[in-house]
């Protein structure tokens, strides 16, 4: 009678959620000589058996959190933004406009002539968000001054984010030069 282990994988084949971990995570190069020094003198990250508890959990974390609530609340109590302007139910605007977080795709469907195109150019973002992992698992650190085409990529899209964010908000003349 076969053992447990042959029985259950015949040919030695990793299983499917081994392959899907090992494809997501990053292990650190223990061969690097600057790597194991500094992991001998307790420089370590988390990924690296550094406890989480208290030195994470337990300091930082509750400060961040604070930080974070108190930032909010301050600024909605000292600067109180208005919800727009009061709606009239009998004059239709001049040009309708999507919530904020949706103006630069908006901004692809008003400017790119074909709309079939820009449907295309709309759906290549989702697909490339989801490539990202893919990608970025490519290179072994995780500083991103030492990614430079992930760090450039990154600054790209922002950048084009917000040229189309602010376009989309001017008259169409006007979307793509920003007025100037």
């Known amino acids: 009678m076969p ?12 299983k499917r959620s081994d392959v899907l971990i090992m494809s997501i995570l990053k292990k650190p190069d223990l061969s690097d000589p600057v790597l194991r020094a500094k992991l001998a003198q307790g420089m370590g990250h988390n990924y690296y058996g550094e406890r989480a508890w208290p030195n994470d959990l337990l300091y930082t974390f509750p400060i961040v959190i604070l930080g974070t609530f108190g930032l909010v609340v301050a600024l909605s109590v000292l600067d109180p933004a208005m919800m727009g302007e009061p709606s009239n139910p ?84 006007k979307s793509l030069t920003l007025g100037f």
């Open 3 to 14: 053992n447990s282990k042959t029985s259950n994988n015949l040919l030695n084949f990793p």
């Open 90 to 173: 009998f004059a239709t605007p001049l040009e309708i406009l999507p919530e904020w977080y949706l103006w630069p795709t908006f901004q692809i469907l008003r400017v790119v002539p074909n709309k079939l195109l820009g449907i295309m150019l709309m759906s290549s973002i989702p697909v490339g968000l989801i490539a990202v992992p893919l990608i970025e698992n490519v290179n072994k650190f995780q500083n991103p001054f030492r990614r430079p085409v992930a760090t450039a990529v990154f600054l790209f899209g922002t950048l084009v984010t917000l040229w189309l964010g602010i376009g989309a908000a001017l008259p169409i003349d």
